[in-house]
């Protein structure tokens, strides 16, 4: 119950205070290891439903497999980071969006936003999705299955969950006047010192001012790489099949998931750190 540097990521301190204090017998070390386990398995999980409801069981497992023993997934799933809950809320949003496309499940497309708009309670790079979510309502918009009285009800939904992440944030201040600090605060909490944590203002210096010769000679070059831990050149080459493949199922998911992927590798591109591993997953 400690305050870790910018933004915060208090959704993942619950859970990282709630796994230490599990009855088994082992370190505390050991108990949180298993809290990123937990949630790579069930990003896992999450996955591979999220294909099956357009794709066959073979063609899940293999996605599901495909990105579970991939070297940086299983890194991030043994070791004490935030990255697995990312990667595990947006699953599940993903699961939910693609239950909605196959079924028209507006129960499972509510779980989806809501689950999507508590991810920003962990950490801040799931804002890349957004545009995928814009689309997806704006496409949606004039079906006659999403009447306006529906998308009232999303908004709610999304307001709800809005809520529930400014809640989450409270941890904060709260455990920064209970001198649990990080040393961002010097231990006084300002109106202004607590909006700049949250949005990680001492990071902004790593966004790129992108021109074509630092494209083409320093960050894709260095987007590939991370992409060739995770996977060899080979699986790389097949991935576009199973892009056809998803969208001559469902344009619809297969848009979605596109568009997200976009966002996030446009994140990428314009934010250089050093330890870039986990922003990849």
Not at 45 to 51: D, G, L, S
Not at 85 to 114: E, K, M, N, Q
Not at 118 to 130: G, Y
Not at 183 to 210: P, Q
Request: charge should be positive; include cysteine.
């Amino acid at each position: 119950l400690g305050v870790s540097h910018p933004p915060g990521n208090p959704l993942y301190l619950w859970f990282d205070a709630l796994f230490s204090r599990l009855p088994i017998a082992h370190q505390i070390s050991t108990r949180i290891n298993l809290l990123s386990a937990t949630f790579g398995a069930l990003t896992i999980a999450f996955i591979y439903n999220a294909i099956r409801e357009h794709g066959s069981v073979l063609a899940a497992i293999v996605a599901a497999l495909a990105l579970a023993f991939g070297p940086l997934f299983w890194v991030f799933s043994t070791e004490a980071e935030v990255y697995t809950l990312s990667t595990c809320l947006f699953a599940a949003s993903l699961w939910g969006v693609s239950a909605f496309c196959g079924r028209g499940s507006l129960r499972a497309l509510d779980a989806a936003l809501f689950v999507f708009v508590i991810a920003f309670a962990n950490h801040l790079t799931i804002v890349a999705a957004i545009p995928a979510w814009i689309w997806f309502f704006a496409r949606n918009r004039l079906r006659p299955h999403i009447a306006r009285r529906q998308l009232v009800d999303r908004a709610a939904v999304a307001f709800a969950a809005g809520v529930v992440v400014l809640a989450i944030y409270a941890y904060v201040p709260w455990r920064v006047h209970a001198h649990a600090t990080f040393s961002e605060f010097e231990g006084k909490l300002t109106t202004s010192n607590f909006f700049d944590y949250i949005t990680a203002k001492k990071y902004r210096e790593n966004l790129v001012h992108l021109t074509p010769s630092i494209l083409v000679n320093e960050r894709l070059p260095e987007v590939l790489r991370y992409l060739t831990r995770q996977w060899l050149w080979p699986s790389l080459l097949v991935a576009p099949l199973g892009v056809v493949a998803i969208a001559r199922a469902n344009r619809k998911f297969a848009a979605f998931v596109l568009l997200a992927l976009v966002g996030f590798f446009a994140f990428a591109f314009v934010y250089a750190i050093p330890d870039a591993d986990g922003f990849f997953m």
